[in-house]
């Protein structure tokens, strides 16, 4: 079976943390195991990812500091970390176009997938 974890990090925070040990678990249990991500932080050589591209990183970090903007928009008494998940960084054909036969989407906040995506 053929696994890609699509998570926004592979190491900051704990959803990433989470993502990349059940990444590590399953290479462990001898399953095909692919890990996708926006900021690669780890030496892995089965995380892809990390923004390389200088014009990509100007949207990186465009779009959210336009999703913070968004957000302080709106008015709420809760306090904790929102993403209105409106721009995404342009994977969607990617993922279309993979060979895994489950793709977990496990953290793709801070403007890593919009909903529309």
Excluded: Y
Aim: hydrophobic content about 45%; aromatic content about 4%.
């Amino acid at each position: 079976m053929k696994i890609l974890i699509v998570s926004t990090s592979d190491t900051s925070g704990g959803a990433s943390r989470a993502a990349l040990r059940l990444h590590k678990a399953l290479l462990g249990n001898g399953v095909g195991s692919r890990m996708r991500v926006e900021e690669k932080k780890s030496d892995l050589v089965s995380v892809d990812g990390g923004v390389r591209k200088l014009m990509a990183k100007g949207w990186c970090v465009l779009r959210r500091n336009l999703a913070v903007a968004l957000m302080r928009l709106q008015s709420t008494p809760n306090f904790n970390t929102h993403s209105p998940s409106v721009f995404s960084s342009g994977i969607v054909d990617e993922l279309n176009a993979t060979v895994a036969e489950v793709v977990n989407l496990h953290w793709v906040c801070g403007e890593f997938l919009s909903l529309k995506t």
